[in-house]
């Protein structure tokens, strides 16, 4: 059996960003619309601080969770070494959703990895398109830095096989019996994520193409 109209998104950061719950909201999206689901996590070294990966595919059937490098349609990057890090899994010519928000993960720390002086443009010196933004400033600026993950949700939300109300849906779905007065605060941190995203394609669309 063969897997087809197969959707690979990859999820990666450092531990307490919230990869892991971005990813399982993902998840539900697409099970509420039918898809069939597969993923697979790895949190590195320390769940809080470590190196995060999150695998999810979903379509009509999907036989495995492992992404295969150059097979990923979307790299979703909360942090912008890690999108780097991690660039080759995506498919010739793909997206990445980047965090330019630096934070240094602990294997930089402990000397098992140097931190790159430009992250972004090693990224699309490879011939990947990247859309940049600080999701945690705009998580700040609406009080809480743990909004980070719904403007990062809220980023994919136009890059996705199904409407962005299906996933705001899913978001709001999290909060509304146990924390409803966290409802309207994720509502516009999705909406700033998509917002920054389009902004953020726009800039990328604009950036002249180096003479070769």
Known sequence: MSEQN?????VVGIGGQGVMTATEILAQAAI????DVKKTEVAGMAQRGGVVSSHLRFGPKVLSPQ????TADLLVAFEAAEGLRWCHMLKPGGLVLLNTAHIVPPVVDI??????????GEIKARGYQVHAFDAMAIALELGDVRLGNTVMLGAMADHLPFPAEALLDAI????????PQMVELNRKAFEAGRAAEKSASRAESAEPVPAQ
């Not at 992404?67 to 150059?70: A, E, L, N």
Request: hydrophobic share 40%; glycine share 10%; aromatic share 10%.
């Open 6 to 10: 197969v959707t690979n998104i990859l």
């Open 32 to 35: 509420a619309l039918g898809h």
């Open 67 to 70: 992404i295969m490098p150059g």
């Open 111 to 120: 000397g098992l990895y140097q931190y790159p002086d430009d992250p972004i």
């Open 172 to 179: 709001l779905q999290r909060f509304a019996a146990k924390k």
